[in-house]
C-alpha cells in the first residue's frame, strides 16, 4: 500500500491571538492530531476578525496559490476554544 503524503492548512482567527491576549494553543492540537493521520500542516495564517480579511483568506485558501495544499479542516467554534 503506498503511503499518502496530504498537506493541509489551518486558517486561525481572533484579534486576541494577533494582539498576543490570548496564546494560540490550537494549531499544536490539530498538528498533533493530523499528523498520525499522515496529515501535513504546510500553512498556518491568523487573521483578525474582519469578514473581508476571513474571506479573503479562505479565498487565497481554496485558489491556485494554494496548490500545494491537498487537504483541509475547518474548525469553525465562534471562539469558544480561545
Known sequence: MT??????????????????????VNLQTIA?????????IAEARVVADVPEEIAAAALWLSSPGASFVNGVALLVDGGQLA
Open 3 to 24: 503511503e499518502r503524503h496530504v498537506k493541509a492548512a489551518v486558517l486561525l482567527i481572533g484579534d486576541e491571538l494577533l494582539s498576543g491576549r490570548t496564546q494560540d
Open 32 to 40: 498533533k492530531f493530523m499528523a498520525p493521520l499522515g496529515v501535513q
